[in-house]
């Protein structure tokens, strides 16, 4: 889009820095799916929250790469395709808040498959994610979410986090306020979550199923849960 009109990208010169564009007129825009690794380098602070889980802000490198993009419908935000790319890696150093789940939280849920257990966290992201960007008061593109990968696809030692990181090199001061407000983001997300009238799951919520799975609305609520336990008691920020 450029100003209010839409173009399609017929060629992208990467090293030229040049995009050669053709006027068209269509119902869907296009969206970037990256693939993102955080890793966390050093924690500033950390605190308890329920279930065992830890909350924690600090240092992270960020590693991103444009692998495909998915055609959006306009409105309704339908997802209506898809198709590959390939742009080289990048990487930044920023700083993030993030959510650390030990192993023995997630066992927490012997029901569900760790697939359903990846996806619930996706979905807690996504109501963080805007719940965060109220807190801060910042636009939801300057929070970036992103997950621990499963270790060579072994659940068992699967102990994620959950990042919530400045969209900016070097951060921009939002991840101290996040780790700062770590109960109100919480029940935010628990309220948003439960006053959401969808019964599995969308783009105001926890994010379309598609994305979360048929699950995804009802496992972030268990998660949810489970963090909020005991979080007013234990933390104290
Ligand atoms: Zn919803």
Known sequence: MHQALQYQ??????????????????DYFTDAIDYTQVKELRAFESTPVGGGAKSAHGDVRLNRQIVGFKKVKF????????GNLSMPEQEMHT???????????????????????????VAVGALLRTVGALSVMCDPRDLGVSITE???GSMKTFEPNLYLYDNYPGGIGQSAALFKFTPR????????????????????????VGEVGERGKETAARILGALVERTSDVVRV
């Open 185 to 208: 983001l919480l029940e935010g997300a628990v309220q948003l979550l439960r006053s959401c009238p969808c019964e599995s799951g969308c783009p105001s919520c926890v994010g379309p």
């Open 75 to 82: 409105y309704t935000m339908e997802n209506v395709g898809a």
């Open 95 to 121: 700083t993030a808040f993030w959510l650390h789940f030990p192993e023995a939280f997630l066992a927490r849920f012997p029901d569900l498959t760790p697939n359903e257990k990846q996806s619930g966290l």
């Open 9 to 26: 990208v017929e060629r992208f010169d990467y090293e030229g820095r040049k995009a050669y564009v053709r006027r068209i007129d269509s």
């Open 150 to 152: 499963a270790i060579a």
